[in-house]
């Protein structure tokens, strides 16, 4: 029995000493005489970023003074932007990890249990400047689980973790139930005989599991002795209180409408992901002022398990809900064909959308679609020194993340 | 010059020298000693290495290095294609064979039905390789068995017989060969002769300018049909023999195809001459045969159709002189059959892969049958239960996964080759008297090849029969004893040093000199 | 439903087209890059019966009055990209029997095809088409001009060259290249044999065995005059080289052919056999690969353009028919990312290709006297958010933006949203 | 104490008493037995320690245990006692194999549900089952019989011997079994993914320590928590490794982990906590990074072994010295750690006072090929190789083809 405890103790002192050691050699480094793209602000050319102790220090353009012995780094020409943010990424699971397949709606699951950090997904993201990511489970279920945000470097998940259950992802269209055959007698031998095996049986999963919750949350003020609802129930309750996003995959204009309309009938708020459709459903989405993380703009098909819901996206679409003022992010989503961030950027500004309105879709944006504008997602005092240096400016096809910096620390040289 | 000192030599061609020398000048092995006793020139760069032991550079008598994964997976091998042809340098992990002390190997592809293609001889450079001079195809693979798989024995009887059809027609091939040299010889002297004969001619009667119908005809037969016009060349060419439509592959069998159109026309010809047809110049080749190659050209003058006027020709000029003589059709090349011809002849070794006991005696049968002089029988498992007769027939054996266990779990029932003992088969050949080498089998593996030297040794051969079982033994089958193989005078200098005796587990190969150049030192 | 629409609405522009490069024809541009020589800023380019007459700066030229004007002064003018190696615009790009030398892509080609309309999209004004890579020997290419309404329209040259591959597929590497040397071993017999036969016949002539009126008729058989062309380096040849497993045999037969290499990807392997190669080499469109490597399960980004440049061999890009690597902006950003000048990079769309094609002195860059192959471009041709304008070809307007039916459709919705204000203009501001 | 056996041709059952007397009468009065070897090894140290050999010595076995070691065997033992000398060879103890299922998967892997931490895999074992012949053979002498890696949490695993006619069961409840592989993820029944597993893993633990009243299923997890029992959990990516030790961590005991396949990706957790590990037998087609994962698990300290098929474990070891492992770790990794991992440390794995009489004879280090494999004795009774001094006892199976 003495055992665990003197473990403890041993390792109390470890992490103690581990801290101590980081601030004492607390680090300055001042990138001088660079264009930077803060985010969020206007640019500010040969500017300055203080950055220590994996925090901002100081950033501006000639008030700020490079504090004596800070190193400093000369980024004559280049362009400093902050660490891009991937609102719904895939990584590279086989598609039986991404989903707890035993069951349709499996709401309490994280996805966090299959993070790898060296998976070579992370480390392609992390040489194209991505420095925090939003995992989801997969799309084969109807009701998937709780994602997570992560930064793209670290020796373990959860050190990496940002934000631990970020969101729940609720799945429409007929891909949840693809796998599953009706029960019409002769013989079940596995459990893939079960419902949903059409679109309107994956609504109705969606719609049973909102009833039990609502169910659940009018029942605990009634009476308390009865057994506590499923783990499951109790996260879907904290999305109908508003307190978990609910991040709908929706892709055709069908499955978006009914997104809305589930939202609506529920009462709780949603983000629509993938929303290829979008263009067609502008209007509804503009007067819900739902947010829309746009998957792949460059893609010309949809491909992988997803083709049958997917419809033929249109390069319009990001000019469309910039000029109807819909809150949109862009993001690689589950395409398996989708470009790198940066050039998915480079696209939609390629089929009309703003240079600037195209790099702050990949940083401030969905920093505050997660809620963590405070940490992640622009330059300024005091945030996370996420930052990556360009070769040219970031819209440039030739341009190359010379270097990106996740907690001020240099992770990836690239070229 | 250069010289080895190291604290123990095994020369393999003789006993162990404590405190030994080899002195190596050029490419070659200058002389093999005790340290101390030769007198050596002032310029000669010394190795020392007082507790190591030397060795003669290692042999893997069969291994795929240098092939990269399409070439071992390339199942178009037939008897005809060289595999030193696909063998490249790619700087893999499984190219690096010079550091794990071999000095020379045999490479050869385990893929393709029954013929695999002939095998080359490579000596591995710190990077690259050079084939081995004259050994660019230095044995012809041949496929005896069906594998781990459970075979029914008529299977495998009826597999056997097909490898022995492989053989018959060669006599006719050589015949054909040896046909075409004479009558090309005799072509040559006849058109001269033919020349002379008419320049004589013409310089007695220049003025009777006779007009010689007989060869015009002869020339004007030799025109091609008439092609159809190039635009419509996509018209459905001649019947499709075998190959599904669309399906880009060649017909297999392509010879096949070929057949098919000579037997059309001649069946063509009887059926117009039965027909008392007056027309004498060659059908208008309606199957407009779609091969590239100018045959249709040529075969149409050999066309039955033809002859009858030829022999008419001479009855009726009996005095004319000699006649234009026609040169002879040239057989089609094909590399399977003259390299089966070698075999014949003993030029070339024919290693024959064969595992269980009815597959080995059907090999052996096969080189009775056939007389092949040499043959290598490789991964014999069974090989311990027909020792007698491999010996009587003075067959050499190749080992290769001399690993414990490494062909299944003992016992188990569902694996046919788990009765096999690779281990213990070394020291059965051994007693037999068999030459036996043990080869590491895929490049993955040749950093073992000391280990499985070991593992015999293990289950009781002695330690010099499997030192000479990876050095002097190989170089004796593949036929390149008198180069290398032990530390010998006049033999190439291929020289390995390691820290430790080779067989334990933990020994490290130090330096490794391949025909007196330095092609390794660990660091 | 929308392919059969859209060619309905090519063919039907082409008509109110006026008959190609009569007259005089006058573009005044913002920059004009010429690619040989210096770039000329608001410079006039003067065409006259679809021929370059005068290129020089706008102050020094006098636009004679009878010329139509293109006015371009707010964009920037460059010759037309030339792609030395594409099998599109075909029904079917691989004959199904493996040997074919006889066949020609003329017999294929499809005037009306929706490639050549993407390839007018993407400022192409010259490609040279050739079979698929699944054949032996597969027939010979055709130069064409990607407007017109028939082949003899589309043609700028013929007999360019014969398609010859080693892929293998299914796995069967050393059986294409022994049928490989075979075909070729057979038509070099065929043709020693003719000329054997036409020696004899001489010397029987010479002996007075054959009178001295009969000529020799004998000619090669249609079918394999471009194979003999080709042997006897009369006819170039396009060999294309799947990986590095097969640069070996390709330079082995490139010693005694005269051939062009289109070199596939996974080149790494073979990185020190790259500087064997003489002549400039056409790439694959796929120009980045990833490559894990078995022992340390790292992945490196391996780029065949960055390799054939640190290896000094000129390089020819080709365009896929889709996704972004259709695009020459993006294939040009590739390079410049991977470290290959600019310069380079535009080289490789125009003079490397048209000295490949044997064509420099009539396409590849703008030149006086050369033929007025010319594209009209929104903004730097190495930007993503440069559209081409307008392309002409040999002195007449053959593609406008303003009336492209498929841009049209992709970005219809933006059309339908009724305040104008979504182009990226109004964007600036917020 | 009468178990009724069945003579195993279909399982059928043998009567204990008549049999003994029938087949060897002489076995009552079990006579000592003095074993002689130039060299002989008690045990191998742990990490750095060194083994304690003794030279010229013998071991005194009485009742398939060893009486006495070397120096204190009493002189009137030592002249009753039947003398076996090995002359020249050297004894060293016999190989423990951790965690095998020995080819019998399918019995210790109960299909219809994942979690059955209570199921005993010793009630599968068969003491008649012929891999049993295998594993004198290959110089084992006692091995885990663990449940099979398709279960999320397959059972309480025992500590079994082989022996001359048939194996038994040295102790009963030795070790409790649990897997995160793919192996327990691919059935058709819950859970289906790795977040399934553990989320059906954490919620049975937090349910054991809060529980008031439990099931048989939980109250072995308690064992688990209270350091009763060892677990050893199936493991091989990182995302798994990381799983185990976090739920290890969570719920305060340390494991065990089998399979550890990306073990240096964890390794510096593996090292802080003290976790074993039980490699998968070397396969010599490996990547270089996976045969130096010994090398790489001792340089940081983590106590190791391997496990898997018998006749590959002795080729493992040496595979791993020739990619640079220390021999005495690898010796270690044979016998002592395996037995300490599972938990068994008093019983096998040494040759001290009181454990068991199992030892192998090679002539020379048997972690080099080469040197010949002589013997191999299993509770006092010489199941493989020739004695040299007494008549040729029965051998249970060498040649092939089993008994």
Not at chain 2, 186 to 194: R, S, V
Not at chain 2, 408 to 416: C, I, M
Not at chain 3, 28 to 41: L, N, V
Not at chain 3, 323 to 343: E, L
Request: net charge positive.
């Amino acid at each position: 029995m003495t055992r665990p405890i003197v473990q403890v103790l041993l390792q109390a002192s470890v992490t103690l000493l581990l801290t101590a050691l980081a601030t004492a050699q607390q680090e300055v480094t001042a990138y001088t005489n660079a264009h930077i793209l803060p985010g969020g602000k206007p640019t500010i050319s040969n500017a300055t970023m203080v950055v220590s102790g994996g925090k901002i220090l100081a950033l501006g353009g000639a008030d700020v003074k490079v504090p004596d012995g800070a190193k400093v780094i000369d980024c004559k020409g280049m362009t400093i932007t902050p660490g891009l943010i991937d609102a719904s990424f895939q990584s590279s699971n086989n598609q039986q990890d991404l989903n707890e397949q035993s069951e349709e709606v499996t709401p309490h699951l994280r996805i966090l249990d299959n993070i790898d950090p060296e998976d070579p997904l992370f480390r392609r993201a992390r040489n194209n400047g991505v420095t925090a990511v939003h995992i989801m489970p997969g799309t084969r279920n109807v009701i998937g689980g709780l994602g997570c945000v992560i930064k793209t470097y670290g020796s373990d998940p959860k050190s990496m973790v940002i934000k631990a259950d970020a969101s729940m992802r609720i799945v429409m269209g007929a891909e949840p139930s693809n796998g599953n055959r009706a029960i019409r007698g002769g013989r079940v031998n596995s459990m893939y005989y079960r419902r949903p095996t059409s679109r309107m049986g994956v609504i109705w999963s969606v719609r049973r599991a909102f009833y039990d919750a609502k169910e659940a949350l009018t029942k605990t003020q009634g009476a308390p002795g009865d057994a506590p609802p499923s783990p499951g129930t109790q996260i879907m309750m904290q999305v109908l209180q508003g307190k978990l996003t609910a991040v709908t995959t929706a892709r055709s204009e069908q499955d978006l409408r009914t997104a809305l309309r589930i939202a609506e009938e529920f009462g709780y708020e949603t983000v629509i992901d993938e929303a290829q459709d979008a263009y067609m459903v502008a209007d509804e989405l503009a007067k819900k002022n739902a947010v829309v993380m746009l998957g792949a703009p460059s893609a010309e098909t949809i491909s992988g398990s997803a083709a049958q819901d997917g419809s033929a996206p249109r390069s319009g679409t990001v000019a469309v809900l910039a000029s109807k003022g819909i809150r949109f992010v862009i993001t690689t989503g589950t395409n398996p064909s989708a470009l790198p961030l940066i050039r998915e950027a480079m696209f939609a500004h390629r089929f009309g959308l703003g240079p600037q309105l195209a790099l702050d879709a990949i940083t401030i944006e969905p920093a505050k679609l997660l809620g963590l504008d405070d940490r992640i997602g622009s330059l300024a005092t005091g945030k996370d020194a996420d930052f990556v240096i360009w070769s040219h400016n970031p819209l440039d096809p030739a341009a190359v993340a010379v270097s990106v910096h996740i907690n001020g620390m240099s992770v990836s040289q690239p070229r | 010059m250069t010289v080895i000192e190291a604290g123990t030599v095994h020369p393999v061609s003789g006993p162990e020298i404590k405190n030994g020398v080899v002195v190596i000048r050029g490419e070659r092995i200058l002389a093999v000693g005790q340290q101390g006793e030769l007198e050596l020139p002032p310029n000669t760069k010394v190795y020392k290495f007082p507790n190591g032991h030397i060795y003669p550079g290692l042999i893997d008598a069969s291994t795929d290095a240098f092939a990269d994964a399409g070439l071992r997976s390339d199942g178009s091998l037939n008897g005809g294609s060289k595999i030193a042809d696909g063998l490249m340098w790619t700087d893999s992990r499984d190219d690096h064979l010079i550091e794990h002390g071999i000095t020379t190997a045999y490479i050869s592809i385990r893929a393709g039905s029954q013929l695999r293609g002939q095998g080359a001889i490579v000596r591995p450079r710190a990077s690259g390789f050079d084939l081995w001079e004259d050994r660019e195809q230095a044995a012809l693979q041949l496929l005896m068995t069906k594998g781990p798989g459970a075979s029914h024995a008529l299977q495998r009887q009826s597999q056997l017989e097909a490898i022995g059809r492989l053989f018959d027609g060669l006599d006719k091939f050589r015949e054909a060969k040896e046909k075409y040299e004479e009558e090309l010889e005799k072509y040559e002297t006849d058109f001269e002769k033919y020349l002379e004969y008419h320049a004589k001619k013409n310089g007695k009667d220049k003025e009777k300018g006779k007009p010689n119908g007989d060869k015009a005809k002869k020339e004007e037969s030799k025109k091609p049909a008439e092609a159809k016009p190039k635009a419509d060349g996509s018209e459905p060419a001649g019947r499709r023999r075998g190959g599904r439509r669309g399906e880009g592959r060649p017909p297999r069998g392509g010879g096949a195809q070929e057949m098919s159109a000579e037997t059309f026309e001649k069946t063509l010809a009887t059926i117009m001459a039965l027909l008392g047809k007056p027309k004498t110049e060659t059908p208008t080749t309606g199957s407009q045969d779609p091969k590239p190659q100018g045959r249709s050209g040529d075969r149409a003058t050999a066309t039955p159709t033809r002859s009858p006027t030829k022999s008419g020709g001479d009855k009726a000029k009996k005095g004319e002189g000699p006649k234009r003589p026609k040169y002879p059709k040239k057989p089609r090349p094909d590399p399977q059959k003259e390299a089966l011809l070698k075999v014949l002849d003993g030029e070339l070794p024919l290693r024959i892969e064969a595992h269980r006991v009815d597959e080995l005696l059907a090999a052996l049968r096969l080189q009775r049958d056939k007389e092949i002089p040499v043959v290598v029988l490789e991964r014999a498992y069974g090989a311990d239960r027909v020792t007698r007769k491999i010996a009587a027939q003075g067959a050499t054996v190749v080992l290769t996964d001399v690993l414990p266990n490494s062909l299944g779990v003992p016992g188990d029932k569902r694996n046919p080759y788990s009765k096999f003992d690779p281990t213990a088969l070394p020291k059965k050949l051994n007693d037999e008297g068999i030459p036996f080498a043990i080869a590491s089998g895929t490049a993955r593996l040749a950093s073992l090849l000391p280990m499985m030297a070991a593992a015999a040794i293990g289950r009781g051969l002695s330690e010099d029969a499997a030192l000479r079982a990876i050095t002097l033994t190989p170089a004796e089958i593949l036929g390149i004893a008198k180069d290398t193989g032990s530390l010998t005078r006049e033999k190439f200098a291929d020289v390995i040093v390691t820290d430790v005796p080779l067989f334990a587990s933990d020994s490290r190969v130090l330096l490794v000199v391949a025909k007196g150049r330095t092609e390794y030192e660990a660091k | 439903m929308n392919h059969s629409l859209l060619r309905i609405a090519i063919v039907c522009t082409t008509i109110a087209i006026p008959a190609l490069g009569q007259d005089l024809v006058a573009i005044k541009a913002k920059t004009i890059h010429t690619i040989t020589g210096p770039s000329i800023q608001d410079g006039v380019i003067l065409l006259q019966n679809g021929r370059i007459k005068t290129i020089a700066k706008a102050s020094d030229v006098e636009i004679p009055w009878s010329a139509t004007v293109i006015d371009a002064s707010d964009k920037i003018v460059m010759p037309t990209w030339v792609l030395a190696h594409s099998s599109g615009g075909m029904r079917g790009s691989n004959e199904s029997m493996q040997n074919v030398p006889w066949l020609t892509v003329a017999d294929a080609i499809d005037p009306a095809s929706t490639y050549f309309e993407g390839m007018l999209r993407n400022g192409v004004g010259t490609v040279h088409v050739l079979p698929g890579n699944n054949t032996l020997l597969a027939g010979s290419g055709l130069v064409v001009r990607p407007f017109g309404r028939t082949v003899e329209d589309m043609t700028v040259a013929a007999n360019t060259g014969m398609k010859m591959s080693l892929l293998a597929r299914g796995g069967s590497r050393l059986q294409k290249i022994r049928e490989m040397r075979r075909a070729i071993a057979e038509i070099r017999e065929y043709l020693a044999n003719f000329h054997r036969e036409k020696a004899e016949f001489e010397k029987e002539q010479a002996a007075g065995a054959i009178p001295e009126d009969k000529k020799w008729e004998k000619e090669i058989d249609r079918k394999k005059q471009a194979a003999v062309d080709l042997i006897e380096k009369k006819l170039k040849g396009w060999l294309y080289v799947p990986s590095f497993a097969e640069l070996d045999e390709a330079l082995r037969m490139g010693k005694d052919l005269d051939l062009n290499f289109v070199l596939g990807a996974n080149l790494d392997e073979a990185m020190p056999l790259l500087t064997k190669l003489k002549a400039a080499v056409v790439l694959d469109d796929a120009l980045e690969y990833f490559e894990t490597d078995p022992e340390t399960r790292k992945e490196k980004q391996y780029c065949s353009a960055k390799m054939l440049a640190d290896a000094g061999v000129p390089f020819a890009l080709s365009l896929a028919s889709s996704g972004p690597s259709s695009y020459p902006w993006w294939q040009f950003g590739t390079c410049v990312r991977n470290g290959i000048s600019r310069q380079q990079a535009l080289e490789a769309l125009t003079m490397v290709p048209a000295k490949m094609l044997g064509l420099s002195d009539q396409i590849g860059s703008l030149e006086v006297g050369k033929l007025g192959n010319i594209q009209i471009l929104t903004g730097d041709p190495l930007q993503a958010t440069t559209w081409v304008d307008t392309v002409v070809l040999e002195g007449a307007v053959v593609y406008e933006r303003s009336k492209d039916p498929r841009l049209k459709y992709l970005f219809e919705a933006a059309k339908k949203a009724d305040e104008p204000k979504a182009t990226s203009k109004k964007d600036e501001g917020k | 104490m009468q178990i009724l056996m069945k003579r195993r041709t279909t399982g059928a059952l043998l009567f204990t008493a008549l049999c003994t007397a029938h087949l060897c009468p002489t076995q009552l009065s079990a006579q000592d037995v003095l074993v002689q070897a130039s060299k002989i090894v008690v045990a191998y140290g742990e990490g750095s320690t060194a083994a304690t050999v003794l030279t010229d010595s013998a071991l005194l076995l009485r009742d398939g245990k060893i009486a006495f070691v070397g120096a204190d065997i009493p002189a009137e033992a030592r002249r009753a006692a039947r003398v076996v000398d090995y002359g020249k060879a050297t004894i060293s103890p016999g190989f423990v194999l951790a965690a095998t299922t020995l080819g019998r998967d399918a019995d210790l892997a109960e299909g219809a549900l994942a979690f059955t931490p209570d199921l005993r895999a010793a009630e599968a074992f068969d003491p008649w089952q012929k891999e049993l012949a295998q594993l004198a053979t290959a110089g084992v002498t006692s091995f885990g019989l663990a449940p099979s890696p398709r279960n999320v949490a397959g059972g309480i695993g025992a500590l079994a011997k082989a022996g001359k006619k048939q194996g038994r069961i040295e102790t009963a409840e030795a070790f409790v079994g649990f897997s995160l592989t793919r192996a327990a993820r691919s059935q058709e029944r819950m859970p289906t993914s790795l977040m399934g597993a553990l989320e059906m893993l954490r919620d049975s633990f937090k349910t054991a320590r809060v529980g008031v009243q439990v099931g048989p299923d939980l109250a072995v997890l308690r064992q688990v928590m209270s350091g009763q029992r060892r677990a050893l959990i199936h493991a091989d990516t990182f995302a798994e490794l990381n799983g185990a030790l976090d739920l290890a961590k969570n719920f305060n005991f340390a494991p065990v982990i089998i399979g550890a396949r990306d073990a240096d990706k964890v390794m510096a957790k593996l090292a802080e906590r003290g976790v074993g590990v039980v490699l998968a037998p070397l396969n010599p087609k490996a990547r270089i990074a996976d045969l130096e994962l010994p090398k790489k698990l001792a340089k940081a300290g983590v106590p190791f072994c391997f496990a898997g098929r018998p006749d590959q474990l002795r080729f493992s070891a040496a595979l791993a010295v020739r990619y640079g492992l220390d021999r005495n770790v690898a010796n270690a990794a044979l016998t002592r750690t395996p037995a300490n991992l599972i938990g068994a440390l008093t019983t096998v794995g040494s040759l001290r006072q009181g454990c068991g009489a199992d030892f192998v004879v090679f002539e020379g280090d048997l972690l080099d090929l080469g040197s010949r494999h002589v013997a191999t004795w299993v509770d006092g009774e010489n199941l493989h190789g020739e004695s040299p001094a007494g008549a040729k006892t029965s051998q249970t199976t060498n040649s092939a083809g089993g008994r």
